[in-house]
């Protein structure tokens, strides 16, 4: 397959009162064309920051891309100027973020924001512009499309703001869309049909598709390929087949271990994940998961452990798994 996105030791940092946030410390991840890969984990482990990385729409201050280099189609975007960067967002990689309301602007119509992208990136004229919003519309399934147009994003409900949202991202048929939690905001009779049309319409394209999600149960039907992260660090990647059956660290094991499963009775009761996550301003000089592991060893909070292929594809940041033991699965295979 065709390499599309290369993430190379991606560092983030943010300036507080209180010191500096190491949001992102050494991210590596890659995406090929046409395929969905899935960033997991808890909230604050990185995922969002790192895609915001990718787009350099981190604010600066307080944050800054300390180091790392993100070669997106041959070209390091990390050296891209404001004006080159403009030019790629919307037309080469798009977003959609996990808040459409808070995205789309409350003051400008939906055909608006629509047509803008589409005259600015396809030098279309008005009239065609208006004419392929009304049929992206129609793709991502709003009714009675072309008398939407002039309706504002407070006439929409939160499913069908987040379907315009998807419609923006695609409308210049992006080589690679990131979709931020994209169904944080609809209840879950709606979050399956969101998911569906946005794989759909990226496979049509052949567009790839990262997923940041806290969500295993999406990353099981829709992913391709997982990047389990912790604190900002990356512990565990394989496919999502390899990470669900043969978890290799002990963090993914408390993430599949806290979901509840619908093939176990009622009554089993949910392995939740001890303790709290670290301190990014004074994160461990080991391992970050260490002080919640309940297999850690004292080596593992002596240095940051690299990722190491333990089966083909499969990598791991944890030592236990490294030395051949995985007594998590004893656990998991118990529930």
Not at 37 to 64: M, Y
């Amino acid at each position: 397959m065709t390499k599309l996105l290369e993430v190379k030791n991606l560092v983030t940092h943010f300036v507080t009162q209180d010191g500096i946030v190491q949001a992102v410390n050494g991210v590596s991840f890659e995406v090929n064309q046409g395929e969905i890969v899935a960033l997991v984990g808890e909230s604050g482990c990185g995922k969002t920051v790192s895609s915001l990385s990718v787009l350099q729409l981190i604010p600066q201050p307080p944050g800054k891309i300390v180091d790392g280099k993100v070669i997106f189609a041959g070209m390091d975007l990390l050296k891209k100027s404001k004006e080159e960067m403009q030019k790629i967002r919307g037309s080469r990689i798009s977003m959609i973020f996990q808040e459409p309301m808070t995205s789309l602007n409350p003051v400008l119509t939906i055909g608006r924001q629509l047509t803008e992208g589409l005259q600015f990136h396809l030098k279309l004229d008005k009239k065609e512009a208006t004419r392929q919003a009304v049929e992206l519309l129609k793709s991502v399934g709003i009714p009675h499309a072309e008398g939407r147009l002039n309706d504002y994003p407070h006439h929409f409900s939160g499913g069908m703001r987040q379907r315009v949202m998807i419609a923006m991202a695609l409308a210049c048929e992006p080589q690679l869309v990131i979709a931020d939690e994209p169904t944080t905001a609809v209840d879950v009779t709606i979050q399956a049909q969101l998911l569906d049309l946005i794989r759909n319409l990226t496979l049509r394209l052949n567009t790839a598709l990262i997923i940041i999600t806290h969500n295993l149960g999406v990353v099981a039907r829709y992913a391709q390929r997982v990047y389990v992260m912790y604190a900002g660090q990356i512990m565990e990647q394989g496919t999502a087949i390899d990470v669900y059956h043969n978890p290799l660290h002990p963090y993914t094991a408390g993430l599949l271990g806290s979901v509840p499963r619908l093939d176990e009775p009622r009554r089993t009761r949910l392995q939740p994940i001890d303790g709290q996550p670290p301190d990014l301003i004074a994160p461990p000089q080991g391992c970050p998961f260490a002080p919640r592991c309940v297999y850690v060893k004292p080596e593992c909070k002596l240095k940051r452990l690299p990722l190491v292929e333990i089966n083909s594809g499969h990598f791991t940041a944890c030592l236990v798994a490294q030395e051949g033991a995985l007594p998590w699965k004893k656990i998991l295979s118990l529930k």
